[in-house]
């Protein structure tokens, strides 16, 4: 697996930076899902997050489990008081007008890219 | 859910308590947030505290899905961490059902917002050492959680 910061991963995804948080922290893989109990129950330290849902709980839920910063795919808008959570917890979330497919894919690429 | 009154002794924060309302999902996760950091403080280990975090986090999301209003309670012993939510809820009807996964009763709201995939309980009792689950119809829920507690690294 290659070792990428969240900085490099919004670079590549051209993703907008809505609540840094720590952009140097190493990613360590990536977790898909829109159900937050399943993040809950699965995701580990250190996981970047993708996902649909834009209200606080997913502040809540990265910053619960450690998450090195959580996508939001779609270019969903994220509202003031997800940002201000995030800034307070220092949870990074960035803003990706790519669907959760392709910033899946192209965060494939990035971690495990030339392994098959 | 309300930070009421945090009975935290400023020293170690061995305990403390809060206050949950029904539908208020805005600040949940408060509770988990709190112990996961009180744990880590105390020198515990971070998967253990991962645990509590989100053991508490679960029990916390079931009060603002399902009751009225109702308490978390955490107290940090030597070696395990015992959380209490009681709530004034309609009550578990289907125990075993509702520790099955993927069955839910939630309402839509909550889907919509990710929650409400049944597997709160099931999460509750995979992350804790021990679950009791003392439920009457009409009157209220109360969790009993235990997670042992191991040194961190």
Avoid at chain 1, 108 to 113: C, E, I
Avoid at chain 2, 50 to 58: G, N, P
Avoid at chain 2, 74 to 87: A, C, K
Wanted: glycine share 12%.
């Amino acid at each position: 697996m290659a070792h990428l910061t969240t900085r490099e991963i919004q670079e590549a995804l051209k993703a907008e930076i809505s609540a840094q948080g720590d952009l140097g922290r190493e990613v360590v893989n990536c977790y898909v899902s829109d159900l937050l109990s399943d993040v809950l129950a699965k995701s580990i330290e250190g996981n970047l997050w993708i996902t649909q849902h834009t209200h606080s709980n997913i502040v809540a839920v990265a910053s619960v489990k450690g998450l090195a910063g959580v996508v939001i795919a779609g270019g969903n808008k994220i509202p003031e008081d997800t940002l201000e959570k995030a800034r307070a917890e220092g949870v990074t979330l960035l803003r990706c007008d790519m669907s959760t497919f392709e910033a899946a894919g192209e965060v494939y690429n990035l971690l495990k890219g030339g392994a098959g | 859910m309300v930070l009421e009154s945090a009975h935290q002794d400023p020293e170690d924060e061995l305990e403390g308590y809060f206050s949950i309302r029904g539908g208020e999902f805005e600040d949940a996760g408060t509770c988990a947030t709190v112990i996961k950091s009180a744990l880590r403080k105390l020198g515990h280990s971070d998967e253990c505290a991962s645990r509590a975090a989100v053991s508490a986090f679960e029990a916390e999301m079931n009060v603002i899905i399902h009751a009225v209003a109702g308490t978390l309670n955490y107290t940090i012993g030597s070696d395990e961490i015992l959380i209490t939510v009681t709530d004034m809820g309609p009550g578990i009807e289907d125990i075993g059902r509702a520790m099955t996964e993927g069955f839910s009763t939630a309402p839509e709201w909550a889907k919509e917002k990710g929650w409400g995939s049944g597997l709160g309980l099931p999460n509750i009792k995979k992350h804790s050492d021990s679950l009791e689950i003392d439920t009457r119809k009409g009157e209220g829920t109360t969790l009993t959680i235990r997670v042992m507690l191991t040194p961190g690294g």
